[in-house]
């Protein structure tokens, strides 16, 4: 994804008349890129992601159990 400021940089010299072509080479993005931040209304925002869990999950409690009877490892 883009930043904040390459989005504004890319509405800015298309305002200017650049073509998408010579807006992608300035920016050193996509030229879909380019089409795709011209197209969208508000800058782009970054949410987190939800949490996954590992593959590690399910074995964890008996991990634990396994390492509190023998302390030594």
């Known amino acids: 994804m883009i930043s904040l400021e390459e989005w504004a940089q890319i509405r800015y010299l298309r ?3 650049l073509s998408l072509r010579k807006i992608a080479a300035e920016v050193g993005c996509a030229k ?4 795709k931040a ?5 800058p782009p925002c970054y949410k987190p992601r939800d ?3 590992t ?7 008996q991990v634990r ?3 509190a009877e023998t302390p030594q490892l």
């Open 51 to 53: 949490a996954k869990g």
């Open 55 to 61: 593959s590690f999950d399910p074995f964890e409690p």
């Open 38 to 42: 011209l197209a969208s209304d508000s």
């Open 32 to 35: 879909k890129t380019v089409e």
């Open 65 to 67: 159990e396994l390492l």
């Open 15 to 17: 305002g200017q008349g």
